[in-house]
């Protein structure tokens, strides 16, 4: 069965710093998608990004970049030069192809103090 | 704008009603999630449904049940609501491409 683990649970860091938030899935699937959600205070989830199998090229937009790496089952996320805006959940998701519901990962309280 | 939204946004009830959450989306997806948050769990499935008359239990779905017989709506009923189902419940609904655009979410305390 799928499973996605997001080992820090809570992570701090001053204003202008790198952080990287980790992400480790299981799956059986050679085909499966990989997402990462934003939940700000204000409870929306937000949408970040979604990722085939088939593609390991890095990918930047803006200050944030995921990188993803088949042969250690991680998709890890960088925020550079972190904002208080920043301060949210991350949650880290899995779709089997066979599937269309995503198991979710029990997510990362980040928070960006000034 | 297509969007989904869900009602009521924040319920206060008691142990042993039946409770009802709706979910309404204008995507015209197929596609259709409950969702409880919890803290230190994450999100976790409750039902899904891929269509019209078709409904899936997910992950835990003891308590609850969804019923879908249109495309736009899938409302979660917590037959007899207990206080274990006191948690933030959220709607998704995915489009082919695969990502789940999620409701407001629901705050529900069971007393």
């Known amino acids: 069965a799928q499973k996605v683990t997001q080992a820090q649970t809570e992570i701090s860091v001053v204003e202008k710093e790198d952080v990287t938030l980790d992400c480790v899935y299981e799956?059986?699937?050679?085909?499966?998608?990989l997402f990462w959600y934003k939940q700000p205070p204000s409870g929306e989830l937000v949408f970040l990004i979604r990722?085939?199998?088939?593609?390991?090229q890095n990918e930047i937009s803006g200050r944030y970049s995921w990188n993803f790496q088949k042969s250690t089952s991680s998709f890890n996320f960088t925020i550079t030069a972190s904002q208080v805006v920043d301060s949210a959940v991350y949650f880290c998701?899995?779709?089997?192809?066979?599937?269309?519901?995503?198991?979710f990962g029990s997510g990362t309280q980040l928070t960006v103090l000034p | 704008d297509a969007e989904i939204t869900q009602s009521p946004r924040h319920k206060i009830t008691e142990t042993g009603r039946q409770v009802t959450l709706a979910c309404h989306q204008t995507?015209?997806?197929?596609?259709m999630f409950w969702y409880r948050q919890d803290l230190g769990h994450g999100l976790r499935l409750i039902h899904y449904?891929?269509?019209?008359?078709?409904?899936n239990k997910g992950e835990v779905s003891d308590g609850y049940s969804v019923s879908r017989s249109n495309t736009e709506d899938l409302p979660l009923t917590l037959e007899s609501a207990a206080s274990s189902q006191t948690s933030v419940y959220f709607c998704?609904?995915?489009?082919?491409?695969?990502?789940?655009?999620f409701g407001e979410g629901s705050r529900l305390t069971v007393l």
């Open positions: 995507w015209n997806h197929n596609n």
């Open positions: 449904s891929y269509g019209v008359q078709d409904t």
């Open positions: 998701a899995l779709r089997e192809w066979s599937a269309r519901q995503l198991t």
């Open positions: 799956t059986r699937d050679t085909t499966y998608y």
């Open positions: 998704a609904s995915a489009g082919e491409t695969g990502e789940l655009f």
């Open positions: 990722r085939n199998s088939f593609d390991e």
